[in-house]
C-alpha cells in the first residue's frame, strides 16, 4: 500500500468524551463504536489521508463480556469495510468511572500534499450531521439534567468515505470537521479571508438544537458548541460546486468566502440573527 503514496504517514488518536455516559447506560455498544471511529477518520479526512491501521482501547466502568464481544465485532467490521487492519487494542476496567470510553489511534497515508485553506470567492458546502455527534455532550447534560433522548446516542456520522472520493475527482481548498469548539474552528483556515454562512434552508439544525436554544442557549453559544446540523464544511472553487454536490449525500450550498481578517459570520437559523465568531 505505501507504493501507491508519495507523502508520509499521519497518526490521530481521540475518543467519545463524556457521551460514554449515556451508551454505557443505554448499551448502545455499536453506536459508541461508529462515535469512535467518526472522531478519528473525519480527521483523516480533513488532510487527505487513508486510513490503514487502527488500535483501540476499551475502558468500562466493570467487566462485561457482551459488550466487549460487540465493541470488538462492530469495529471489526467496520474496519474490514474500509481495509483496515486491527493492529492492537487494550481493555481496561476502571470501577470507579461511571461511564464507558472508546479511544481509537488510526494511521493513515496522504497520497498528495495539499493545503487547508479557504480562498476568496470560495463557495461553501455543508455536509449534514445525524445530530449532536460525540461533542458538546457535557452542555448537553446541563441543559437535560437526568432527561433522556434517543439522539443522545445517535452515532456521528462518517464522511471519510464520501471525502475520499471527491479529493480524487475535484479541487477543495479547505476542509473542516465541525466538532470541539463547532463553527470556530473555520477560523483555524481563514487567512485574510471570512467564512459568511446563511444558506442553511436544507440543512437545519435537528430539533434536539432547537431545544436547548429554546431553553436559554444564545446564538453564539450554540455555534461555538455545537454542529447545528452541519457536520463537516468545504471550501471549493465555485466551478466544481456541481460536480461535488453530485458525490455528496445530504448536502448544500451553505455559505461563501469573502476577503476579512479571519472571521466567521452565520445567519441563525434559530432565529436569523447574525452571529460573529
Not at 503514496?5 to 475518543?15: I, K, L, N, R, S
Not at 462485561?64 to 474496519?79: F, N
Not at 496522504?110 to 485553506?117: A, S
Request: charged share 25%; aromatic share 6%.
Amino acid at each position: 500500500i505505501t507504493k501507491k503514496f508519495a507523502y508520509p504517514e499521519v497518526q490521530h488518536t481521540d475518543g467519545i468524551g463524556t457521551k460514554g455516559l449515556y451508551h454505557w447506560k443505554k448499551r448502545t455498544f455499536k453506536n459508541a463504536v461508529l462515535d469512535a471511529l467518526a472522531m478519528n477518520l473525519n480527521d483523516l479526512a480533513m488532510v487527505g489521508a487513508t486510513p490503514y491501521a487502527l488500535q483501540n482501547h476499551i475502558v468500562l466502568p466493570r467487566d462485561d463480556h457482551g459488550a466487549i464481544l460487540k465493541i470488538v465485532v462492530v469495529l471489526a467490521a467496520e474496519c474490514k469495510k474500509r481495509k483496515i487492519a486491527m493492529t492492537g487494542g487494550e481493555t481496561s476496567i476502571h470501577s470507579d468511572t461511571k461511564g464507558m470510553d472508546i479511544s481509537i489511534t488510526v494511521s493513515g497515508l496522504i497520497k498528495r500534499k495539499r493545503k487547508n485553506q479557504c480562498n476568496v470567492g470560495d463557495v461553501l458546502i455543508g455536509l449534514a450531521s445525524s445530530g449532536v455527534h460525540s461533542n458538546g455532550i457535557t452542555k448537553v447534560r446541563e441543559v437535560f439534567g437526568k432527561e433522556y433522548r434517543k439522539e443522545f446516542t445517535e452515532p456521528t456520522r462518517i464522511y471519510l468515505d464520501e471525502i475520499l472520493s471527491v479529493l480524487d475527482t475535484g479541487k477543495v481548498n479547505g476542509m473542516m470537521h465541525i466538532t470541539g469548539g463547532a463553527f470556530t474552528k473555520l477560523k483555524d483556515i481563514l487567512v485574510k479571508t471570512d467564512a459568511v454562512i446563511s444558506h442553511q434552508k436544507i440543512l437545519q439544525p435537528q430539533k434536539v438544537f432547537k431545544d436547548m436554544h429554546s431553553r436559554g442557549l444564545s446564538n453564539k453559544t450554540m455555534y461555538s458548541t455545537f454542529n447545528c446540523g452541519i457536520g463537516f464544511v468545504l471550501s471549493v472553487p465555485r466551478v466544481e460546486v456541481r460536480k461535488i454536490l453530485a458525490k455528496l449525500k445530504n448536502s448544500a450550498v451553505i455559505g461563501e468566502v469573502v476577503k476579512g481578517s479571519g472571521s466567521v459570520f452565520i445567519t441563525s437559523a434559530f432565529d436569523q440573527k447574525t452571529v460573529e465568531m
